[in-house]
């Protein structure tokens, strides 16, 4: 069935792989005949961005980019030094201790690269406008409501990730001369959007193979609302370095015409996108299998195909020692590993070790296909976890410390040394809604109990009270490697404290890095925008 609808899929979705701009060449009439050419080159086109293959470019996937900001800047995992390894002029250091720069190169390039899809989103919109007389009244609706959402992921990584940033929803609108907005503006104006486009877009599971596979569907923008709900005090905030903050019981919201606060919004979402259909699987594992179409839990993907699609999956790549990469028949780069506070978080060096840990980590001595990996003197490769430190220069476990990155099956047939497999890069999943629904009750003074012990069971683990704390450490156990640490350690009031090895400046005591700075080349660029509180702005050097 899979290959049978590539040549679909291929058709209508990733119409413009290789070329960002494909009818630019030819004259609208050529390229505008029916409704199907209009959506192929507005909506369709913007699917091509959502995963990526170079650096800062996807949502998941690649280096230097959304993933790596969200992941590395966290107490859930660090690139060490490994000597002449992985320095990258202080980069991954940089990230771990939260020294970033509004000069750095590769957070200009995320910037550049969110906008990117938003303008796009722009330009698919006033297409749709334009053509409206090849499409009937519901396609008009179904495709602008599709866009629109597409771009309300965007603006919600950017406001996530940069805090008061330009707001344009036109193609008369520039980004660099645009006005600023306030991060709670930009908030509402996601959740408006989400909102009203959420009952007109489609139905279907966008994880699973067929007209609505990598789209955003009605359970995308349901799981993303209910995401937005749960950090409405971190949202709403407009100066996040006053130590003072919204109270979420008291942040309201109009939904199907009831007044609910942030958690009771929260709840209503979650139960949205269980009533589209989801469940948890009965093995964690099978979500991340090298074809992992059929899953009933992953909400939201990248699809992968190493035939067709030039998206990559890179982390593996990025985590394995060489002679392990050489073992399953790849190469690697031996540097991505989990920190000490994450190995002890599941238990590791205890009685009682959380059985997601071997789900999600390599570690101790390796085994691939029941035999030992051994190191080229013949010594069997051996992780250790509690050795790992941000700079292993001078540590015995240089090249072998840090529980590796497992979780996604290995592709065995992967192309581009391991990099292109098939594994969809899972983004949204249905055991992160339990865990918001569960914390949304334990916010909103209920007992979220029920929902976070269903995540544990299904691992076979004992049941635990849902307090904050615990749904904390849970959140990490279950989406250990899927992005959502920095976003959690925020909301908690944990993101500009110290942790594991790192240990918090004064200077971060008003918590301004809970967003990162506007890159100095945007303000060069937009006299109208400020740059974020706590932040200098330095000329950039990207020559």
């Not at 990598?214 to 407009?238: C, H, I, P, Q, W």
């Not at 190191?375 to 476990?397: M, Q, V």
């Amino acid at each position: 069935m899979r290959y049978a609808y590539l040549l679909l899929f291929t058709t209508f979705m990733f119409a413009s792989c290789l070329d960002e701009s494909p009818k630019s060449s030819l004259d609208d009439q050529q390229v505008y005949t029916s409704a199907k050419d209009v959506y192929l080159n507005t909506v369709a086109n913007l699917y091509n961005y959502i995963g990526g293959d170079a650096d800062s470019q996807g949502l998941q996937g690649t280096y230097k980019g959304v993933y790596d900001y969200n992941t590395f800047t966290t107490d859930e995992a660090m690139i060490p030094i490994r000597g002449g390894d992985w320095y990258d002029g202080g980069f991954w250091e940089n990230l771990y201790l939260h020294r970033w720069k509004a000069d750095d190169a590769a957070l200009y390039e995320t910037w550049k690269y969110l906008y990117k899809v938003v303008v796009f989103s722009n330009e698919a919109l006033s297409t749709i406008d334009k053509y409206k007389h090849l499409l009937t009244e519901d396609q008009y609706k179904h495709y602008q409501a599709e866009a629109r959402a597409v771009r309300s992921l965007y603006y919600f990584y950017l406001m996530d990730m940069f805090g008061n940033i330009p707001l344009a929803t036109t193609i008369n609108e520039n980004v660099e001369n645009n006005d600023q907005k306030s991060r709670p503006e930009v908030y509402k104006f996601i959740v408006k959007e989400l909102q009203e486009t959420e009952p007109l877009l489609p139905e279907g599971h966008s994880n699973q193979e067929g007209i609505y596979y990598g789209r955003v569907t009605r359970s995308v923008a349901n799981f993303l609302l209910a995401k937005l709900m749960l950090n409405a005090e971190v949202y709403s905030d407009s100066d996040w370095t006053d130590n003072q903050q919204p109270d979420g019981s008291q942040i309201m919201f109009n939904i199907d015409g009831q007044q609910l606060n942030a958690w009771q919004a929260c709840k209503v979402y979650c139960d949205k996108v269980t009533a589209d259909g989801f469940n948890l699987s009965a093995d964690y594992l099978s979500n991340f299998t090298v074809h992992n179409e059929t899953s009933m839990e992953n909400i939201f993907v990248i699809p992968m195909d190493k035939l067709i699609y030039r998206n990559q999956f890179q982390y593996l790549f990025r985590s394995r020692h060489y002679a392990h990469g050489g073992a399953v028949g790849t190469s690697s780069e031996n540097g991505a590993c989990a920190t000490v506070s994450t190995v002890r978080t599941f238990g590791y060096g205890s009685s009682n070790v959380d059985k997601r840990y071997a789900y999600n980590f390599y570690s101790d001595t390796v085994r691939v296909d029941g035999k030992i990996v051994r190191l080229e003197n013949g010594d069997p490769l051996i992780y250790h976890p509690l050795a790992a430190e941000i700079n292993l220069t001078n540590s015995p476990y240089i090249k072998t410390a840090g529980a590796r990155m497992a979780k996604y099956e290995v592709d065995r047939n992967a192309y581009n040394d391991g990099k292109s497999p098939d594994n969809d890069i899972v983004l949204f999943r249905y055991a992160d809604v339990l865990l918001m629904k569960a914390e949304a009750e334990v916010r909103n003074g209920e007992n979220g109990d029920v929902e976070m012990n269903k995540v544990r069971s299904r691992s076979g683990m004992g049941n635990k009270s849902a307090t904050l704390d615990n749904i904390l450490s849970e959140r990490l156990m279950e989406l250990m490697w899927e992005g959502w640490r920095r976003n959690d350690l925020i909301r908690f009031g944990r993101f500009h404290q110290s942790y594991d090895q790192r240990t918090a400046p004064q200077s971060e005591a008003d918590r301004h890095t809970i967003v990162f700075p506007i890159p100095s080349r945007i303000l060069e660029l937009n006299k109208n925008m400020k740059q974020n509180k706590g932040y200098k702005t330095t000329t950039p050097d990207f020559n």
